[in-house]
């Protein structure tokens, strides 16, 4: 299967502040799938990206499917206490359409009051 | 309208005995994945079943074996068990086809603890 880097391991950050995150492949993806999962339950998909380039929202978070296919990247703006988790980038396996995935390690984060 | 169900939630076994996990899809879902997740890692992909098939494989050994019913129930069998093997093991369903990236849901979990 693919591998996936994905960064920083963990971020400790203040509510409200702005946050962002990133995944790169070693090889091309045709799409990459941001979930997160909170402690005792499984991965909640939160953005499905479809086409290089593509910038997409949901709420406060917005991910891109970068231009070289090899990456991606999840922003969240103004941070509250539930984003607290841990944040997966994810892609097809075997870098086809419809097939199991392969995650990356994770970016846990950590929010201080 | 029922999410991915997954059972046991928790259950301990002692080395070299055999395990069984199951998975009920989402409503309306055709196809099963499973996924093995250790602690502070990603999930690792398992197998993928479709049309009661195997369709994918991860790298796994074969002691991990699985099945998938006409109504698109699965399981997941795991033989000769290791203490590695210890891990939340994840049912994920969705529809097959290009965009089934956001037809991709996660139950909650079994948490297996070898002995």
């Known amino acids: 299967g693919q591998q996936l880097n994905q960064s920083p391991q963990s971020m400790f950050i203040q509510e409200g502040e702005d946050v962002s995150m990133n995944c790169t492949s070693s090889?091309?993806?045709?799409?990459w799938l941001w979930y997160k999962q909170d402690p005792g339950e499984g991965p909640v998909l939160l953005i499905a990206l479809y086409k290089a380039g593509e910038l997409t929202s949901n709420g406060r978070l917005t991910a891109q499917f970068g231009i070289t296919r090899k990456d991606s990247f999840l922003n969240i703006s103004a941070s509250i206490p539930s984003d607290v988790g841990i944040y997966f980038c994810a892609g097809p396996y075997s870098g086809g359409g419809a097939d199991g995935l392969t995650f990356g390690k994770g970016t846990h984060l950590i929010i201080q009051p | 309208d029922a999410g991915v169900t997954q059972s046991p939630t928790h259950l301990i076994k002692t080395r070299g005995q055999q395990v069984t996990l199951r998975c009920s899809p989402k409503?309306?879902?055709?196809?099963v994945s499973w996924y093995q997740q250790a602690l502070g890692q990603g999930p690792q992909f398992i197998f993928q079943y479709y049309e009661e098939e195997e369709r994918q494989r991860g790298n796994f050994p074969d002691r991990f074996s699985g099945h998938q019913f006409p109504n698109y129930s699965s399981e997941l069998n795991v033989n000769a068990l290791l203490l590695g093997d210890s891990a939340l093991y994840l049912c994920?369903?969705?529809?097959?086809?290009?965009?089934?990236?956001?037809?991709?849901?996660f139950g909650e979990g079994s948490w297996l603890t070898v002995v």
């Open positions: 994920a369903s969705s529809l097959l086809g290009p965009t089934s990236g956001n037809t991709i849901y």
């Open positions: 409503s309306g879902h055709d196809t």
């Open positions: 090889s091309i993806f045709n799409t």
